[in-house]
């Protein structure tokens, strides 16, 4: 079969290998889509702080049931399948309170461990998610961004009733946004692309405001009147906009930290302390999440088509990353194509 391997920072190359075989407990997974994130990026620049290299990317991904090993049930040839990509210890305190997307020991499939991005590829099938036979592979692939999501809200508590404001409008911006209006929310979404406030409007947003036009304070009351907002979901991982949720939701209200912070950003705690405001931190998911993803997906509560940005074949890889590069405000998500 055909390997992607990442050698060094932006260089990819193309390797045969042997077909891998399931052993007990596993299935085979036959790629079709994969969906490149933001990590992804990083890593392409070298600029990922955890990924070492050679590394084999891909862990949004979509395909088929190849084979099963031996003790496998609930899965066979042809259902369509995605799967979470954590690798853990199952002993740390994390892990054994059931926290096991945090494991102290935890990787990352396509960081700190081969990713998918092969023809073939094998993973446990505990860890595998069946998928509705009307879902496309591209609804398959985004599967793992929908779960981020999904955990990132249940990370705010109950939001039913709750008005709600997300910075950020990206893949997983939209995405939370979605989740918490599926949860029952009034969602406010805020991004300083118009083109991503588009598309989140194509996906049923309808309240939405550009930080170069309004102040957010101007937008929530525009919004949400004179009650403001109660849930924040910081989506951009930068100072500013953090700094604006802070200053601007309302007592006893709860933020939560969705975007990747690259620099360590200053917040007025002052503000937190006085205000009794919760800040709260999330990161990836569990398989609840994956499952509560498939449903909301399914039932039409989160559409994911308008962000489906370009495809790209498996051998022009690295055409997709030179893509993202030099479209990066006109691009939501980009899917490399590893198989029809």
Excluded: W
Excluded at 12 to 38: L, N, Q, S, W
């Amino acid at each position: 079969m055909r390997q992607a391997v990442m050698v060094s920072p932006g260089v990819i190359e193309f390797r045969d290998v042997p077909d891998p075989r399931p052993g007990a407990g596993e299935i085979v997974i036959r790629i079709k889509r994969i969906g490149i994130c933001g990590s992804d990026i990083h890593v392409n620049h070298g600029l990922h702080p955890f990924t070492s290299y050679p590394v084999v990317q891909g862990h949004e991904f979509s395909g088929t049931v190849e084979a099963v090993g031996q003790a496998v049930t609930g899965f066979q040839a042809g259902d369509k399948v995605t799967a979470t990509p954590q690798v853990v210890c199952g002993k740390c305190r994390p892990c054994l309170r059931g926290d096991y997307h945090i494991c102290d020991s935890l990787k990352v499939q396509g960081f700190q461990a081969p990713g998918c991005a092969q023809e073939l590829f094998v993973v446990p099938a505990d860890k595998a998610v069946k998928l509705p036979d009307e879902f496309t592979f591209e609804q398959g692939a985004m599967v793992e961004p929908t779960a981020v999501a999904v955990h990132a809200v249940s990370r705010a508590g109950e939001v039913s009733g709750k008005n709600v404001v997300v910075l950020g409008a990206g893949p997983i911006g939209n995405l939370v946004a979605q989740v918490a209006r599926a949860g029952g929310a009034t969602v406010l979404v805020t991004d300083l692309s118009d083109f991503r406030l588009g598309v989140a409007r194509q996906c049923g947003l309808l309240h939405t405001s550009n930080p170069k036009q309004e102040e957010l304070a101007e937008a929530v009351t525009r919004v949400f009147g004179e009650d403001g907002f109660d849930v924040a979901l910081e989506c951009v991982g930068i100072e500013a906009t953090l700094s604006a949720a802070v200053d601007t939701i309302g007592k006893g209200g709860t933020i939560v930290v969705v975007g990747v912070f690259g620099e360590k950003p200053r917040v007025a705690m002052a503000l937190v302390q006085d205000r009794e405001l919760t800040l709260v931190g999330t990161l990836m998911y569990r398989y609840q999440d994956y499952e509560r993803a498939v449903e909301l997906m399914s039932s039409g509560e989160v559409v994911t088509s308008p962000m489906e940005t370009a495809h790209f074949a498996f051998e022009d890889y690295s055409d997709a990353y030179t893509f993202v590069d030099e479209h990066r405000e006109e691009s939501m998500k980009v899917f490399v194509d590893v198989s029809p």
